[in-house]
């Protein structure tokens, strides 16, 4: 990889994590929101878990582009945790904090091998969005 794509994807990352934190920072708010309308108890709490789940699914996505960035500065960027090839430039683009290239991830969505929690829902963040 160049230079200039690694400050392409280090630019992306950064820009990623900040709207994730800010994400996060108003959501604390919004999750620990309290109305004293006993209509209302069962859908808030409704919507504090869902907001709880949001909250765990952005939780583990930051971690995810803050090890990005750690590999982005230890030099190891863009190469895929479990084989070792070069992920795909299109891949980086569209997920750019993926540790795995699309055979293994692939395979970890499969459950094939061992990944930390988080991986594939963040797969599904990145095409959604
Ligand atoms: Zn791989």
Avoid at 7 to 14: G, P, R
Avoid at 26 to 52: F, H
Avoid at 71 to 91: F, Q
């Amino acid at each position: 990889m160049t230079q200039t794509e690694l400050n392409k994807y280090k630019a992306m990352l950064e820009a990623k994590q900040a709207e994730l934190s800010a994400g996060l920072r108003n959501r604390e708010d919004i999750a620990i929101e309290k109305t004293p309308d006993a209509i209302d108890e069962v859908q808030l709490a409704g919507e504090r878990e869902l907001a709880i789940r949001n909250l765990d699914r952005e939780s583990n996505l930051l971690r995810n582009v803050k090890g990005a960035l750690a590999r982005v500065a230890d030099g190891s960027y863009g190469v895929c945790l479990h084989c070792d090839e070069d992920i795909k430039p299109k891949r980086l683009d569209a997920v750019p904090w993926t540790k795995y290239c699309i055979t293994c991830q692939e395979a970890a969505d499969r459950h094939e091998f061992e990944t930390e929690s988080g991986d594939t829902v963040d797969d599904l963040l990145a095409h959604a969005a």
